[in-house]
């Protein structure tokens, strides 16, 4: 129905900056509604970091506000995470969300920052 597959993810410095990219593919992906990022670093519970709409409406998880900026190419059925300022607790595994009615996850994408 709907596939979602990560890329971008990788290890950098404190301060540095990724791209993540989530492409949907699948018979209902042209009409997946929200779409988004969650992420899970060990020991903890998996968290939203950002979601958009197909109406352009976004929201943020306050601890990545002004950092990280989510974008939708409604053509790709593809979504972006550009995250700056990258801090070692933003290190987790970062999954693409999309939802209609139910929610669609992809494989996750290690992001791992060093201090």
């Known amino acids: 129905q709907v596939q979602l597959v990560e890329s971008g993810g990788g290890l950098v410095q404190a301060g540095e900056s990724l791209r993540l990219s989530c492409a949907a593919s699948?018979?209902?992906?042209?009409?997946?509604?929200?779409m988004g990022w969650y992420r899970q670093a060990p020991g903890k519970q998996r968290e939203r970091v950002a979601t958009i709409t197909r109406g352009g409406d976004i929201n943020y998880a306050d601890s990545v506000k002004g950092r990280f900026t989510i974008s939708r190419d409604i053509a790709k059925n593809t979504v972006y995470l550009q995250m700056n300022s990258l801090k070692p607790e933003d290190t987790a595994v970062y999954y693409c969300?999309?939802?209609?009615?139910?929610?669609?996850w992809g494989q996750g994408t290690q992001v791992t920052v060093s201090s």
């Open positions: 699948g018979s209902r992906a042209s009409i997946v509604n929200v």
């Open positions: 969300y999309a939802t209609i009615l139910n929610p669609y």
